[in-house]
T-cell receptor, first 114, second 111 residues
């Protein structure tokens, strides 16, 4: 089945710097991807959903890139601020098991230093 | 309101004792999920309810039970807790293929 590797597990950047988190998946048929953000003590919050038909997705202060050739999904925070400090998880909908199964990465703990 | 609620937020259990965790949502979602998350690991799907139909993952089939008495509530039941069950348990819900919304989790510690 689908497997997802997320890197790096920990990331520390200074305020205003960029931060890049990458997930590599294995199944070339995967087509639906997600990024979640989890602040301490809080729920996983959906940051962005990505369909494979769109390779560049822009949100508020971040960009998500999908490289289907290399089977990589990346989250790029363009100018990080302390409020971005959180754990970030990518998820891939497993194409072999219907709509229900997400395969998650192990997460990246991002710390933005003021 | 996209809130998924979980009770309790923290649970202390003794080895060999049962554990029951509760999840609720008021979004009229047809599917509810339970995940187990251990430190520095990815959330792992344990089971899910699509409407009234329970689906359990093959590798956790015998370890966890669940019930969904109505559309809004779903429980996760451990009949006899072992030390390896210590983890964060996340509940999520969704409407069909739309994204899953997560609760804050229940941190279970088994001693």
């Amino acid at each position: 089945g689908e497997q997802v590797e997320q890197r790096p597990p920990h990331l520390s950047v200074r305020e205003g710097d960029s931060a890049v988190i990458t997930c590599t998946y294995t199944d070339p048929n995967s087509y639906y991807f997600f990024w979640y953000k989890q602040e301490p003590g809080a729920s996983l919050q959906l940051l962005m959903k990505v369909f494979s038909s769109t390779e560049i997705n822009e949100g508020q202060g971040f960009t998500v890139l999908l490289n289907k050739k290399d089977k990589q999904l990346s989250l790029n925070l363009t100018a990080a601020h302390p409020g971005d400090s959180a754990a970030y998880f990518c998820a891939v909908r497993d194409p072999n098991t219907g709509n229900y199964k997400y395969v998650f990465g192990a997460g990246t703990r991002l710390k933005v230093i003021a | 309101d996209t809130t998924v609620k979980q009770n309790p937020r923290y649970k202390l259990a003794r080895v060999g004792k049962p554990v029951n965790l509760i999840c609720s949502q008021t979004m009229n979602h047809d599917t509810m999920y339970w995940y187990q998350k251990k430190p520095n690991q990815a959330p792992k799907l344990l089971l899910f309810y699509y409407d009234k139909i329970l689906n359990r993952e093959a590798d956790t089939f015998e370890k966890f039970q669940s019930s969904r008495p109505n559309n809004s509530f779903c429980s996760l039941y451990i009949g006899s807790a072992g030390l390896e069950y210590s983890a964060m348990y996340l509940c999520a819900s969704s409407r069909g293929p739309r994204p899953q919304y997560f609760g804050p989790g229940t941190r279970l510690l088994v001693l």
